[in-house]
């Protein structure tokens, strides 16, 4: 294989693993090289548009073979944001777009906010929280926006700024960046309703608690980590909390997710005798 066509692999490599053949050639590597490049195993052709090299990331080379872009939930969990698990990936694509072939994902055809470059594989934040808004549940939706800004990823201010859909306006306005996990977005989201005050990492008694609802109710919930060590700090947290007269709830993230309803009435009832109050 000539020089060439090393320089080929190396333009493909740099572009993320899989690039479009015109944007490579408009950028000098030759048509002869990239068939020399293709021919000896070193790029894989995707279509007739895109190449990319062996060991590409498989979700790209999916998006190029089928002509979409990756959004939604799957753009933001390879984002690293907070994303409750979907068995298909979901996927964007122009709203006139011809068929999409593929059956495996979830196809948006909903008119993106930023406009995307044909040569872009990975949708923009602001298309990927847009889409959230609508695909997604609202406390879902919210949590993945909620993550979005407390890394930094996405800034309120500059989300306001564009024409959002009804969904994603009231993600917005409910959105904040100070918010621990997407855990405790949920958990917000079920409680609000109280109406009143519920706040996320209070500091008390030199730990952080994950809510205070009222004046004196805690709400703790552990995640897998909280074993041995962590388990016997967490009940030596909890007895000092209770001699100052706050009253801890402790369940597990299985219980918030999966049995919303036992911890909801444990909370309720505790909010019933008024232990959610200071002593007068």
């Given at each position: 294989?000539?020089?060439?066509?090393?320089?080929?692999?190396?333009?493909?490599?740099?572009?993320?693993?899989?690039?479009?053949?015109a944007t490579l050639m408009r950028a000098g590597v030759s048509k002869h090289a990239l068939a020399e490049a293709v021919?000896?195993?070193?790029?894989?052709?995707?279509?007739?548009r895109w190449v990319a090299i062996p060991d590409a990331?498989?979700?790209?080379?999916?998006?190029?073979?089928?002509?979409?872009?990756?959004?939604?939930?799957?753009?933001?969990?390879?984002?690293?944001?907070?994303?409750?698990?979907?068995?298909?990936?979901h996927v964007a694509a122009a709203p006139h777009a011809g068929m999409v072939t593929t059956r495996a994902a979830v196809v948006h055809r909903h008119a993106p906010l930023v406009p995307r470059h044909p040569d872009s594989l990975e949708d923009s934040i602001e298309n990927t929280l847009s889409l959230v808004a609508v695909c997604q549940p609202f406390e879902r939706a919210l949590a993945i926006w909620d993550s979005a800004f407390r890394q930094g990823i996405a800034d309120p201010h500059a989300m306001s700024g564009y024409d959002?859909?009804?969904?994603?306006?009231?993600?917005?306005?409910?959105a904040s960046a100070y918010r621990d996990s997407g855990l405790e977005t949920i958990v917000y989201v079920r409680l609000r309703f109280l109406r009143m005050p519920i706040v996320s990492q209070v500091w008390i008694a030199g730990h952080r608690v994950d809510?205070?609802?009222?004046?004196?109710?805690?709400?703790?919930?552990?995640?897998?980590?909280?074993?041995?060590?962590?388990?016997?700090?967490?009940?030596?947290?909890?007895?000092q909390l209770m001699l100052l007269g706050y009253h801890v709830i402790r369940v597990t993230y299985a219980q918030v997710m999966e049995g919303w309803a036992t911890v909801l009435d444990l909370i309720l009832r505790a909010i019933g005798q008024g232990l959610h109050l200071a002593r007068r």
């Open positions: 294989m000539r020089a060439t066509a090393f320089r080929a692999v190396d333009a493909v490599t740099a572009a993320g693993g899989v690039a479009r053949s021919d000896a195993g070193a790029l894989v052709r995707i279509r007739r990331d498989p979700f790209l080379i999916s998006a190029a073979r089928e002509g979409v872009i990756l959004s939604c939930i799957t753009r933001a969990q390879r984002l690293r944001l907070w994303v409750l698990d979907d068995e298909r990936p959002l859909g009804l969904k994603a306006r009231e993600v917005l306005e409910s809510f205070l609802i009222g004046e004196r109710l805690i709400l703790q919930i552990d995640g897998g980590h909280h074993v041995g060590a962590q388990r016997a700090a967490d009940i030596a947290h909890d007895a």
